[in-house]
Nanobody, 126 residues
Framework: QVQLVESGGGLVQAGGSLRLSCAGS????????IAWFRRAPGKERDFVAA????????TYADYVKDRFTISRDNTKKLVYLQMNTLKPEVKDVYYC???????????????????WGQGTQVTVSS
């Protein structure tokens, strides 16, 4: 089982940067794909990025490529999402998530993930 806690959200100006962290627990944390999703008010969760176990291969949604970077430090049980060139008038909640089983492949749909953090709010002012 994996428990996840996000942090690092806040208020930032358009064009600025934030780094989100996802702290994991559980002995098998390093064996799980970890993904970031975001949810705008009144909308469904959208896939942002994911990093695999093992080779730590990364996958990104098209709308964040070249602006966001996902990485993980398994010794600290942390996954990061570096967000650059943030767009204005954004007020999203970011979640990190893990699938129900270890050693799985990346999936970009929320229903394929069983473990979720509580979310961290990101607000980008214009």
């Amino acid at each position: 089982q994996v428990q996840l806690v996000e942090s690092g959200g806040g208020l930032v100006q358009a064009g600025g940067s934030l780094r989100l962290s996802c702290a994991g627990s559980g002995r098998a944390f390093s064996s799980y794909v970890i993904a970031w999703f975001r949810r705008a008010p009144g909308k469904e969760r959208d896939f942002v990025a994911a990093v695999t176990w093992g080779t730590q291969r990364t996958t990104y949604a098209d709308y964040v490529k070249d602006r966001f970077t996902i990485s993980r430090d398994n010794t600290k049980k942390l996954v990061y999402l570096q967000m650059n060139t943030l767009k204005p008038e954004v007020k999203d909640v970011y979640y990190c998530a893990a699938p129900g089983v270890a050693f799985s492949t990346v999936n970009n749909t929320p229903d394929q993930y069983e473990y979720w953090g509580q979310g961290t709010q990101v607000t980008v002012s214009s």
